[in-house]
């Protein structure tokens, strides 16, 4: 069968002094498959969209901010991830500088800039934190993972590092 995943953008906002990041926690939608959990901005890509483009946006729509420097920290293939097991593939970005302010909440819940160090005790979906640690590890490898999900939990993880690039 055919690997057909929801593709999705998933972006993490630094501040400007590296320390924090901004995070949704997801409180307005009772329905809300991460109803409760802290998450990273973004979502499903549209159509004819690619996926810088679709990141952005997604942190514009969520967030009120433009990005201005973005990195592709690595890709994630969630198979079983969604609601009813459809398989999902996820960008993951650094937005190390972007423009604006961003609001106290958002129609899913609150943004919230948080302490890197206090992102693990966070109510996060449980496979956050086999890959958050690449995400914040700013001058480290490009990952690209597989996480398989089964009835709402990670069931395994595997992860390609590539080094960084020469002279960045």
Known sequence: MP?????????YVFSPDGRRVLMIHRTARPG????????????KLDAGEDVVAGMRREIREEAGI???ST?????????????????WFGFVFRVDRFSGTPPAANPEGTLEWV????????????????????VFDRTG??????????DGRPVGWTVSLLPPSPGG
């Not at 809300?32 to 979502?43: E, I, M, Q, T, V």
């Open 32 to 43: 809300d498959a991460h109803f409760g959990k802290y998450n990273g901005l973004g979502g």
């Open 3 to 11: 690997y057909t995943p929801v593709l999705a953008t998933l972006g």
């Open 66 to 68: 433009e990005c201005e």
């Open 71 to 87: 990195h592709l920290a690595g890709t994630i293939s969630w198979p079983g991830f969604g609601k009813h097991g459809e398989d």
């Open 141 to 150: 490898p490009q990952f690209h993972g597989v996480m398989p999900y089964r």
């Open 115 to 134: 302490e890197l160090a206090r992102v693990p005790s966070l109510p996060l979906w449980e496979g956050d934190r086999y890959f958050l640690p690449l």
